[in-house]
């Protein structure tokens, strides 16, 4: 297990992408926190101070863009990684400019996971 505790705050609706980082991320130690409705994420990433959050693009209450733009709103300096997959260059451009850092393209494995959080908070994950 890690000595190197990372918050990772997930926001998706489809409950495998959560059970895939509490699985993996989770294994190694880290504090996983999943969130299933994005009309909740912003006050989620405001009750723990997050490391990283992973948000998906594509939800049916809200879009990803919309969502990481409350997120930065409250938490500028977060580093947000989104998810999607589709092909939605546009969305993944909108993303880019208000703030995210990366985009993982579904499905994606672990090694995807742990390089966009490298890149994301400068260090390896274990």
Do not use: W
Not at 70 to 80: A, M, T
Not at 100 to 123: H, I, N, Y
Request: glycine share 6%; net charge negative.
């Amino acid at each position: 297990m890690t000595t190197n505790r990372i918050k990772v705050l997930v926001v998706d609706d489809k409950k495998v992408i959560g059970d895939f980082f509490d699985f993996t991320l989770g294994y190694f130690g880290h504090e996983i926190t999943v969130v299933h409705d994005p009309r909740e994420a912003a006050k989620a990433a405001q009750q723990k101070d997050f490391d990283i959050a992973f948000l998906d693009i594509m939800m049916p209450e809200k879009n990803g863009v919309d969502v990481l733009k409350e997120i930065k709103s409250v938490l500028p300096q977060l580093p947000v990684v989104m998810m999607s997959g589709y092909s939605l260059q546009e969305m993944r451009d909108k993303a880019v400019e208000f703030g995210a850092c990366g985009c993982l393209k579904k499905p994606f494995e672990l090694d995807d996971v742990r390089q966009v959080m490298k890149t994301a908070l400068g260090k390896s994950i274990e």
